[in-house]
């Protein structure tokens, strides 16, 4: 079992940066593949950004075209924690972020492949 709490979330203006941490529970976080996904009102959840195990595929990322070159995943197994670095925000960028995480290392655009969930933090970028 893996137990995720997000934090981090808030109001930001347009340009501005957060970084988001989700810390995790459970002594199978490092084998865990992690992504970060968010929904906006009235819209499906979206992929935003993923990041290998280390021992699957040597901890590689991936990310959503929307936000490639402006956020930036990264992991911790030290910590258990998983961090997305957001800058250039941007009004769009508005949602509740939700991180992920799938066992079997390899990480995924699918919300479905993923069994743990955190509760999920606001996020509001205001123009």
């Known amino acids: 079992q893996v137990q995720l709490v997000e934090s981090g979330g808030g109001l930001v203006q347009t340009g501005g940066s957060l970084r988001l941490s989700c810390a995790a529970s459970g002594r199978t976080f490092s084998s865990c593949a992690l992504g970060w996904f968010r929904q906006a009102p009235g819209k499906e959840r979206e992929f935003v950004a993923a990041?290998?195990?280390?021992?699957?595929?040597?901890?590689?990322?991936d990310y959503s075209d929307s936000v490639k070159g402006r956020f930036t995943i990264s992991r911790d197994n030290a910590k258990n924690t998983v961090y997305l670095q957001m800058n250039s925000l941007k009004p769009e960028d508005t949602a509740i972020y939700y991180c992920?995480?799938?066992?079997?290392?390899?990480?995924?655009?699918?919300?479905?492949?993923?069994?743990?969930w955190g509760q999920g933090t606001q996020v509001t970028v205001s123009s």
């Open positions: 990041v290998g195990a280390i021992s699957w595929s040597g901890g590689d990322t």
């Open positions: 992920a995480a799938r066992r079997g290392g390899r990480h995924s655009r699918g919300a479905h492949e993923y069994e743990y």
